[in-house]
């Protein structure tokens, strides 16, 4: 598996693409905004000639959904989310309204992701690792076979995702990330949903928020 990272929309999100030796991709977290960010997904998409299948949400903050309708509806893609984040992607369209930013309401079909589920594109596989606290319904996708990790806001490099909005416990977040990210292979790389990449075994070892007291 091959990826790319877009930053996009005022917030500097990173949205992904994923695909393999097959051709056939998918996006993670498309929070492109307006015509000319939504223009360099297509641009790579043709350049690379690859065939869209699925779109994954870590989670339904409006930074990391901006581009969701418009990447659904250009590739006539599905999304898939954890359920307990349907009430984040409503209140998405609140937050763009206070701070001005256009929103567009998904009017697509929405999936429901769970825990252990595996999500098969290509040749490749990604399974689903919940872990609330950023949101109630946050969720990793792990790729074993390349040893990549895709956190959205739960793991950042040197941080962790906040916990200050509606749907956020620090609590639960920590035990997310100590309970079922830290004991994976320190060699997995992670792929964030803002910032730069990482690995486990860095984030276990230095992280400020996950040391010992």
Known sequence: METKTFYFNPIRECCFVAWDQTGSCIFIDPGCYGERELQRLKDFVAQKQLKPEMILLTHGH????????????????????????????????????????????FTGTLHD????????????????????GHTRGGVCFLCEKDAILF???????GSIGRTDHPGGDYDQLIESIDRKLLPLDGDITILPGHGTPSSIGYERATNPFLQPA
Request: net charge negative; proline share 4%; hydrophobic share 40%.
């Open 151 to 157: 956190t959205g806001d739960t793991l950042f490099a």
């Open 62 to 105: 409006f930074d990391h959904i901006l581009g969701l309708e418009d990447v659904a509806r250009t590739w006539g893609l599905d999304a898939w989310i954890h359920p307990d984040d349907h009430e984040q992607m409503v209140r998405s369209g609140q937050w763009c309204s206070q701070l001005g930013l256009a929103f567009k309401p």
């Open 113 to 132: 992701l769970s825990d252990g589920q595996v999500l098969r594109f290509g040749e490749t596989e990604l399974r689903v690792i919940t872990t609330p």
